[in-house]
């Protein structure tokens, strides 16, 4: 479903961007109130079904969009069809890749999503005027560079335990807003989808989160439903 953008100000801010959580994300952080306002009269609200696709492997996109809500999935398909999913994306994340025409990755909704969709040409123009959102795109590359590095740390190095934790504290750390000492969130990603991320088998993964449970760490219900109490002490477990 689709919703237009509505009740954008004649000055200042528009409307829909001033309770939006991309804001003061990569894009829209650094545009003034006037290019709000042009990006907010071209740009749509749309709601994702979890497992519906967002950007095709391979495809010409002629949008980019901002997640406003849920999470998004990263996935590269291979010759022989095989998925692997290389990143997980956050509110208020941007989807999409300026100057590459070709998408090389694919983007799902991992869990109900909401996005905020708006043109390609149009961004790419305010790119080209706007050396403050050049900047910041390219801090974002360097920051997913560094991000990639680290992920293949976890993946090279660590154990399968703490290749665990480092998945629960990632998702811990943007799926929702933390307290000062704990944090809940729903696990959007299947066991089998965890393994298939780390590198692990869904027995190995399974375990692993048994005795995270066992050793107190974190509560699991209904499954899915992860309880951090100690967050220090998920953090420890990955940079000792």
Known sequence: ????????????????????????????????????????????????????????????????SNIMRGVVKLCKVMPDGRQQIVGLQFAPDFVGRPFVRESTLSAEAATDAEIC?????????????????????????????????????????????????????????????QTATSTAFDLPLSRAEIADFLGLTIETVSRQMTRLR?????RIENFRHIIVPDMDELERMISA
């Open 117 to 177: 969709v708006f043109p390609r040409n149009l961004l790419d123009r305010m790119i080209s005027e706007t050396p403050e959102l050049q900047r910041s795109l390219h801090d974002q590359a360097l920051k997913e560079l560094d991000a990639a590095r680290e992920w293949m740390l976890t993946l090279g190095r660590r154990t399968a335990e703490e290749k665990v934790a480092s998945l629960l504290h990632l998702i811990a750390t943007h799926a929702e807003p």
């Open 214 to 218: 066992k050793s107190g760490v974190i």
């Open 1 to 64: 479903m689709d919703v237009a953008h509505s009740g954008v100000l004649e000055v200042g801010i528009p409307v829909a961007c001033r309770s939006c959580q991309a804001r003061h994300g990569v894009v829209c952080g650094v545009l003034s109130s006037g290019q709000l306002k042009d990006l907010g009269r071209h740009s749509l609200r749309r709601k994702v079904d979890a497992g519906s696709e967002i950007i095709a492997q391979g495809s010409e996109n002629s949008y980019y």
